[in-house]
């Protein structure tokens, strides 16, 4: 079986999930990311992303004995995406790109001799990770790897391992879940310091006849060059 299904997220659904989940990092909703990050706009939730596709499960849902998610690139808020569904015996396969780039892959694992999951477990348990990830020492935190797989009778844990200096691990499992969750890990400071280094130069505008094209423009250091630029009122643009 195969179905594509066309999808945005819009600000007001992450504005919900932010409520929901009390997922405070910036990097969802803050409209001054491009000061201190190369994004230009708010990156979706990884566990908005995957609420939503467990929803479009429908009837397969109640068997999900696994799921597997790899956050390749950043989905971004108002990004039109392409979802591809396949469907072999028990196992569902999820891509998410935007027609270009593979964004992200979910594999969900079904037992369909059994039917365990409760009403809303599975939204509670990424709301939780969502939650404990976001707010991480109140750095930028970026989700790449989410792995859920149904147990019984787990006991109750939650624990950070440092991997290096910026990749870090989340562990956490319920009664029923255990899950592991791989993010990167960002000071918010060090973004915003280095944002600000460049001097400020005097520059002879009569010099300066034509127009400045800024290579990479759109991210990093050529978007903070451009910004600059812009500030002293050069004709400048910047190639996509």
Same mark, same amino acid.
């Given at each position: 079986?195969?179905? =594509?299904?066309?999808?945005?997220?819009?600000?007001?659904?992450?504005?919900?999930? /932010?409520? @929901?989940?009390?997922?405070?990092?910036?990097?969802?909703?803050?409209?001054?990311?491009?000061?201190?990050?190369?994004?230009?706009?708010?990156?979706?939730? #990884? #566990?908005?992303?995957?609420?939503?596709?467990?929803?479009?499960?429908?009837?397969?849902?109640?068997?999900?004995?696994?799921?597997?998610?790899?956050?390749?690139?950043?989905?971004?808020?108002?990004?039109?995406?392409? @979802?591809?569904?396949?469907?072999?015996?028990?196992?569902?396969?999820?891509?998410?790109?935007?027609?270009?780039?593979?964004?992200?892959?979910?594999?969900?694992?079904?037992?369909?001799?059994?039917?365990?999951?409760?009403?809303?477990?599975?939204?509670?348990?990424?709301?939780?990770?969502?939650?404990?990830?976001?707010?991480?020492?109140?750095? =930028?935190?970026?989700?790449?790897?989410?792995?859920?797989? /149904?147990?019984?009778?787990?006991?109750? /844990?939650?624990?950070? @391992?440092?991997?290096?200096?910026?990749?870090?691990?989340?562990?956490?499992?319920?009664?029923?879940?255990?899950?592991?969750?791989?993010?990167?890990?960002?000071?918010?400071?060090?973004?915003?310091?280095?944002?600000?280094?460049?001097?400020?130069?005097?520059?002879?505008?009569?010099?300066?006849?034509?127009?400045?094209?800024?290579?990479?423009?759109?991210?990093?250091?050529?978007?903070?060059?451009?910004?600059?630029?812009?500030?002293?009122?050069?004709?400048?643009?910047?190639?996509?």
């Amino acid at each position: 079986m195969k179905k =594509i299904i066309y999808k945005k997220f819009t600000k007001s659904e992450l504005n919900s999930f /932010r409520k @929901i989940s009390k997922d405070q990092n910036p990097i969802h909703f803050d409209k001054k990311l491009y000061k201190y990050s190369s994004f230009k706009n708010p990156v979706v939730y #990884a #566990a908005l992303m995957l609420k939503y596709l467990y929803k479009m499960l429908e009837s397969d849902k109640k068997f999900v004995s696994q799921i597997d998610s790899i956050f390749i690139k950043p989905v971004f808020v108002d990004e039109n995406l392409k @979802i591809k569904f396949f469907k072999n015996k028990n196992i569902i396969t999820i891509e998410i790109s935007n027609g270009l780039v593979l964004k992200a892959k979910i594999r969900f694992l079904l037992d369909l001799k059994s039917s365990f999951i409760k009403k809303n477990e599975v939204d509670e348990l990424v709301s939780k990770i969502s939650k404990s990830v976001g707010n991480y020492k109140k750095k =930028i935190n970026l989700i790449s790897f989410i792995n859920i797989t /149904r147990v019984i009778n787990e006991t109750n /844990r939650n624990k950070f @391992i440092i991997k290096n200096k910026r990749l870090i691990q989340f562990y956490y499992s319920t009664k029923s879940f255990t899950t592991t969750t791989n993010f990167m890990s960002f000071d918010k400071k060090i973004f915003e310091k280095d944002s600000k280094k460049i001097p400020e130069y005097k520059i002879n505008k009569s010099k300066i006849k034509k127009k400045i094209l800024i290579i990479g423009g759109t991210s990093g250091l050529g978007l903070i060059l451009f910004n600059f630029l812009k500030k002293k009122k050069y004709a400048c643009y910047k190639n996509i």
